[in-house]
């Protein structure tokens, strides 16, 4: 991408990470990119997507930006196959398509997120791994369709898009997570009493470390034992509790009789952005 416009809107959303202002600072940089005129992102949890955000240039269609995004997660995600298949192939790089409202045979999706607010044209970027993320980019009809140069400036800045995105989730994520975290001290406890998994103290220490963020090293030196013992009661934790790494530890800590899918303060909402 050689356009320095370009590359400066998109070193101010980066800048914005973290902040408050970033979905709105996304807004100008996907108008300033491919002239959309709102936008929206999901993540996905499961078989079930959340809200991040919903934005529209124009303060009057905002009502309609947000109503239309909760109604997708809620009603649509499920039966949007297109995107769906096009998720699945992210694996390794982020995935684009297009999607005019023209080539939408349901009905009511066609009508609750596309007609109600005159989008007739979509582009998405996705991404999977351990968070799947789909922004959306839409354009009205006033507007018209996407240009072929703006869907290919689009898709150059795809990637810093989408990479932006998934670092903010992770750092909004984590300062919620931080916020609600109890002390070391009632971790273990609190792991020690998950009956079904009879966690050892020196398992429960170990875990309640890594859920705060601890290296080896610092495990090992504030526990008082060897960094290979530090490893060992890992796996057997991990063992116990039948996961694999930190991010499926951290739902017990919510949840002491089973985990979940969900992010601890976003239970059962289908909007977790700002």
């Known amino acids: 991408m050689d356009d320095s416009g370009d590359n400066r809107v998109l070193a101010d959303l980066v800048g914005c990470i ?16 491919c002239a959309a005129d ?46 769906a298949a096009t998720l699945g192939r992210a694996h ?20 609750e997120c596309y007609a109600e607010g005159d989008v ?4 998405s970027v996705c991404k999977a791994g351990d968070i799947q993320i789909i922004a959306n980019a ?20 795809s990637p810093i898009v989408i990479a932006a995105i998934d670092k903010h989730l992770r750092l909004t994520r984590l300062s919620r997570e931080a916020a609600s975290m109890p002390a070391l001290d009632a971790i273990v406890a609190r792991l020690r009493g998950i009956e079904s998994a009879s966690l050892s103290l020196r398992e429960a220490q170990v875990l309640a ?15 008082g034992v060897e960094v290979s013992s530090v490893v060992t009661y ?39 952005g700002g």
Request: aromatic share 10%; charged share 30%.
């Open 18 to 33: 973290g902040d408050t202002a970033f979905a709105d600072r996304l807004m100008l940089a996907l108008h300033h990119l």
């Open 138 to 157: 839409y354009r009205q009809r006033a507007s018209g369709p996407f240009s072929q140069q703006q869907i290919e400036r689009f898709e150059a800045a």
């Open 38 to 83: 709102m936008c929206s992102g999901f993540v996905i949890l499961g078989d079930k997507a959340r809200a991040l955000f919903a934005v529209s240039m124009d303060p009057k269609r905002s009502a309609f930006a947000r109503i239309a995004t909760l109604r997708y997660a809620r009603k649509y995600w499920k039966r949007d196959t297109a995107t």
């Open 234 to 272: 890992r796996r057997r934790g991990y063992g116990k509790l039948g996961i694999r790494n930190k991010s499926e530890l951290r739902p017990w800590l919510y949840d002491a009789t089973k985990p979940s899918a969900r992010w601890p303060q976003d239970a059962g909402d289908d909007w977790i």
């Open 209 to 223: 470390h890594i859920v705060m963020g601890a290296d080896q090293n610092t495990i090992a030196r504030e526990i």
């Open 120 to 123: 007739i044209e979509r582009i």
């Open 92 to 111: 390794r790089s982020a995935q684009t398509t297009r999607r005019p409202s023209s080539v939408i045979h349901d009905l009511d999706y066609r009508v």
